[in-house]
């Protein structure tokens, strides 16, 4: 879990619905990215080049434990490499 959700708002929602469902979610805990249809998926957008740069460096020879050390943040608060173990076919 990122702590991150986004909130894509409809066109046609009413902004007393946007209001109760981004308060919602913050109470929540959650950090809400709110956008519109046309611009979502503005979390992937970010965390797909962190990971696709977290999987170069284990390529390159770096521990799943060192790649997780250096890319942990709000975005990534989990080691989601330290359990990761390459099969022989990689």
């Known amino acids: 879990m990122t702590g991150f959700v986004e909130w894509v ?11 109760r469902i981004r308060q919602w979610l913050t ?24 990971q696709n740069e977290c999987f170069t460096a284990l390529r390159a020879g770096v521990t799943a434990a060192r790649v997780d050390e250096a890319s942990m943040s ?5 080691a989601s490499l330290r359990s990761w173990t390459p099969s022989a076919s990689t």
């Open 74 to 78: 709000k975005l990534l608060p989990s």
């Open 9 to 19: 708002v409809p066109a046609q929602a009413s902004s007393n619905a946007s209001a």
């Open 27 to 50: 109470d929540l805990g959650l950090a809400v990215i709110e956008q519109d249809e046309a611009r979502a998926f503005a979390v992937n957008r970010m965390l797909l080049p962190i």
